[in-house]
């Protein structure tokens, strides 16, 4: 950040009084510009025995595997963000069920809400985003194309869950992904 979102004038970074962590200050107006990690939410849609993953088509990792996600919007909640993204990328519509797993991603400031949700038909498709769309037996999981780090760790504990019978809810720190 260089100038003020307020009066356009150049900011610096210092600690503020009463703070303890380097922000962006105004130099003129002295406003405190905070930066905070992004939510990205997204979602696990279910159809019978089989999970919806999408391709992507747009960077990073195009050609790659996903579940739908992506950022919250404005004035959304977290459940219908998770719903949006489905139809978005996935043309699937879902009713919502439960809350899956909240995981911190704080190398690249993100903290990712996945929920599962039951697809309310068999129909699906390829959104502006993805290259195809396919619903996948937990067997039958792209483990080698999937798309982040994120999305293993998920689709590891999802898969497990699928086999014991049984859903917890899946807190965790997600680190980069080794080169």
Not at 27 to 51: A, F, R
Not at 65 to 90: I, K
Not at 125 to 152: D, M, R
């Amino acid at each position: 950040m260089k100038f003020c979102s307020d009066c356009g004038s150049p900011v610096s970074r210092r600690i503020p009084p009463g703070d303890l962590l380097l922000r962006f200050v105004c130099d003129t107006c002295q406003t405190i510009h905070y930066q905070n990690p992004k939510v990205v939410v997204g979602c696990l849609p279910e159809w019978d025995d089989g999970l919806l993953l999408c391709r992507r088509a747009i960077d990073p990792r195009i050609g790659f595997w996903t579940f739908p996600a992506g950022f919250m919007e404005q004035g959304e909640s977290a459940e219908q963000a998770a719903a949006r993204e489905t139809l978005e990328e996935a043309q699937a519509e879902v009713e919502i069920t439960s809350l899956y797993a909240v995981f911190s991603l704080p190398h690249i400031s993100q903290v990712y809400m996945i929920f599962r949700g039951t697809m309310r038909s068999a129909d699906y498709g390829a959104g502006n985003e993805s290259l195809e769309a396919h619903l996948f037996h937990p067997t039958a999981i792209p483990w080698e194309t999937l798309a982040f780090p994120v999305i293993v760790e998920a689709l590891r504990r999802y898969v497990n869950d699928k086999s014991r019978g049984v859903f917890d809810l899946h807190v965790g720190t997600v680190a980069p992904r080794k080169v």
